[in-house]
C-alpha cells in the first residue's frame, strides 16, 4: 500500500521549495543584520526585510505540511495506545489522518478567502508595496498540495485498516469480505 507517485513527488518538490524559502531567510536576516552592524562603512538593513521573512516563512510553513503529512511527521503521543490491538490502533491513524484533513482543508479554504480579499482590496506591504495576496496566493498553493497529500493519505489509512480487519477474518477462520466462502 502505497502513496501515489505523484503526490509523493509534490510532497517532496514541495519540501525543497520551502527548505530553499529558509535558506533566503537565513542568508536575507544575516545580510540586513551585518548592513545593520556596518552603517558606519555605508552599509544599511536591507529594506523590508522583515516583510520578505514573514512571506517566505509562511510559504515554508505550507509546503513542509504536505511532506510531514506523507511521512508522519506530526507529534504523536502513543503511550495508551501500544497495549491496543493493532485493528484499533489503525482505526485511531484514521481518525488522527481525517481530522488533520480536515484542518488542511479549513486552512486552505481560509487562505483561499484571504488572498481574495487582500486582491479584491490592493492591499500592499508597508516598506516594498509588494501586494500581499502574493503572500496568500504562494501558501495557498502549498496548503492545497496538503489537502492533496492529506487524502491520499486518508485512503491510505484506510486501505490499511481494511486490510488488518480482513487479516482478522483469516485468523478467526471466517470468510474474506466478498468471498463467497465456496471452493475454487
Known amino acids: 500500500m502505497r502513496i501515489p507517485a505523484v503526490a509523493e513527488a509534490l510532497a517532496r518538490?514541495?519540501?525543497?521549495?520551502?527548505?530553499?524559502a529558509l535558506v533566503a531567510v537565513?542568508?536575507?536576516?544575516?545580510?540586513?543584520?551585518?548592513?545593520?552592524?556596518?552603517?558606519?562603512?555605508?552599509?544599511?538593513?536591507?529594506?523590508?526585510?522583515?516583510e520578505l521573512v514573514e512571506a517566505l516563512t509562511a510559504f515554508a510553513v505550507f509546503a513542509f505540511l504536505p511532506w510531514?503529512?506523507?511521512?508522519?511527521?506530526?507529534?504523536?503521543?502513543?503511550?495508551?495506545?501500544?497495549?491496543l490491538p493493532e485493528r484499533a490502533n489503525r482505526a485511531i491513524d484514521l481518525a488522527a489522518e481525517l481530522l488533520m484533513t480536515l484542518v488542511v482543508v479549513l486552512i486552505a479554504w481560509r487562505l483561499w478567502h484571504g488572498m481574495w480579499d487582500k486582491l479584491r482590496y490592493h492591499e500592499t506591504t508597508f516598506i516594498l508595496q509588494f501586494p500581499l495576496w502574493w503572500s496568500f496566493?504562494?501558501?495557498f498553493a502549498a496548503a492545497a498540495a496538503g489537502v492533496l497529500v492529506s487524502f491520499c493519505v486518508v485512503a491510505l489509512r484506510l486501505r490499511e485498516l481494511l486490510a488488518v480487519a480482513d487479516d482478522a477474518a483469516h485468523d478467526?477462520?471466517?470468510?474474506?469480505?466478498?468471498?463467497?466462502?465456496?471452493?475454487p
Open 26 to 50: 537565513t542568508g536575507l536576516t544575516v545580510t540586513s543584520i551585518a548592513g545593520r552592524a556596518l552603517t558606519r562603512q555605508g552599509l544599511g538593513p536591507i529594506p523590508g526585510d522583515f
Open 13 to 20: 518538490w514541495l519540501a525543497m521549495l520551502g527548505g530553499l
Open 172 to 183: 478467526a477462520g471466517g470468510d474474506a469480505p466478498g468471498d463467497a466462502g465456496g471452493a
Open 137 to 139: 496566493a504562494a501558501a
Open 68 to 83: 510531514c503529512q506523507l511521512r508522519r511527521g506530526h507529534a504523536t503521543v502513543d503511550v495508551f495506545t501500544r497495549a
